[in-house]
């Protein structure tokens, strides 16, 4: 988990949480010692990791022919799948 100081620029903003997930996390704060906004920043580096990943994936494939859901299923009920 990655700790701000006060040299580390930051910015401010405003979330409004679901009340159940706020508790959640403030419960999860004081568990493991670290701040919301803390917790809140690691969760969306790693979805922005994940959205990077399955971007990449979509670039490698882009080059791959198309394959239309009515080709899918006549191939299925051909192979006698379905």
């Known amino acids: 988990m990655m700790v701000?100081?006060?040299?580390t620029k930051?910015?401010?903003?405003?979330?409004?949480?679901?009340?159940?997930?706020?508790?959640a996390l403030r419960l999860k704060s004081a568990e493991i010692d670290?701040?919301?906004?803390?917790?809140?920043?690691?969760?969306?580096?790693?979805?922005f990791a994940e959205d990077a990943e399955d971007m990449a994936a979509f670039a490698e494939r882009a080059h791959e022919p198309?394959?239309?859901?009515?080709?899918?299923?006549?191939?299925?009920?051909?192979?006698g799948k379905i």
């Open 4 to 7: 701000y100081n006060m040299k």
């Open 34 to 47: 670290s701040s919301v906004s803390d917790i809140v920043n690691e969760a969306i580096r790693i979805v």
């Open 66 to 79: 198309n394959l239309s859901f009515e080709k899918a299923l006549k191939d299925l009920r051909k192979r």
């Open 10 to 23: 930051v910015k401010k903003s405003t979330i409004y949480f679901d009340p159940q997930i706020h508790k």
